[in-house]
T-cell receptor, first 114, second 114 residues
Framework: GDSVTQTEGPVTVSESESLIINCTYS????????LFWYVRYPGEGLQLLLK?????QKGSSRGFEATYNKETTSFHLQKASVQESDSAVYYC???????????FGKGTHLHVLP | EAAVTQSPRSKVAVTGGKVTLSCHQT?????MYWYRQDTGHGLRLIHY???????EKGDIPDGYKASRPSQENFSLILELASLSQTAVYFC?????????????FGSGTRLTVL
């Protein structure tokens, strides 16, 4: 079936360190998957961090990057130097032909230490 | 700025009681969604709606009803709350059902059923 698997949290890193949160997907019933990273800051709702709808392309936002790799079915989230304000829960998501078919990962709780 | 507001922010309910969760959007979006998140799971779709006075079942509709009295408002109703419905509930809206379309989320309602 269709699924998303991402790094189990919590993940703790120190400020200015690099970060990678792994995300792999299975899209057996989705012909042209679209991939997303959403972020939920404390006390707020999920908001889109970045999205990529074409395999091989890279999305970036707020210093975060993710490349849609169709060969390895991966969409890892990376940042070269995290800040304390990046502490949040990050969700990888897989979209099909309709928004009501978006499949979310379990979320990865990131703690950035000052 | 797109806005989705949920009420209440948190609620404690008794088993067998009726619970209504409310969602209001000012995005002028046609599509609205209710998700739940449990520990160890990603967000799962309960109900969605693409027009006022009409709702559709999502992936886990059992035990829930939905109501869309207007474009702006979408409610989730638990007629007989059960312990297994303890979770965080998110409402979202989107402009159209394209999978690449961004979902706009509320900040969530934490429901505890005792």
């Amino acid at each position: 079936g269709d699924s998303v698997t991402q790094t189990e949290g919590p993940v703790t890193v120190s400020e200015s360190e690099s970060l990678i949160i792994n995300c792999t997907y299975s899209a057996t019933s989705i012909a042209y998957p679209n991939l997303f990273w959403y972020v939920r800051y404390p006390g707020e709702g999920l908001q889109l961090l970045l999205k990529v709808i074409t395999a091989g392309q890279k999305g970036s936002s707020r210093g975060f990057e993710a490349t849609y790799n169709k060969e390895t079915t991966s969409f890892h989230l990376q940042k070269a130097s995290v800040q304390e304000s990046d502490s949040a829960v990050y969700y990888c998501a897989l979209g099909g032909t309709n928004a009501y078919k978006v499949i979310f990962g379990k979320g990865t709780h990131l703690h950035v230490l000052p | 700025e797109a806005a989705v507001t949920q009420s209440p922010r948190s609620k404690v309910a008794v088993t067998g009681g009726k619970v209504t969760l409310s969602c209001h959007q000012t995005n002028n979006h046609d599509y609205m969604y209710w998700y739940r998140q449990d520990t160890g799971h990603g967000l799962r779709l309960i109900h969605y709606s693409y027009v006022a006075d009409s709702t559709e079942k999502g992936d886990i509709p059992d035990g829930y009803k939905a109501s869309r009295p207007s474009q702006e408002n979408f409610s989730l109703i638990l007629e007989l709350a059960s312990l297994s419905q303890t979770a965080v509930y998110f409402c979202a809206s989107s402009e159209n059902p394209s999978s690449a379309e961004t979902l706009y989320f509320g900040s969530g309602t934490r429901l505890t059923v005792l």
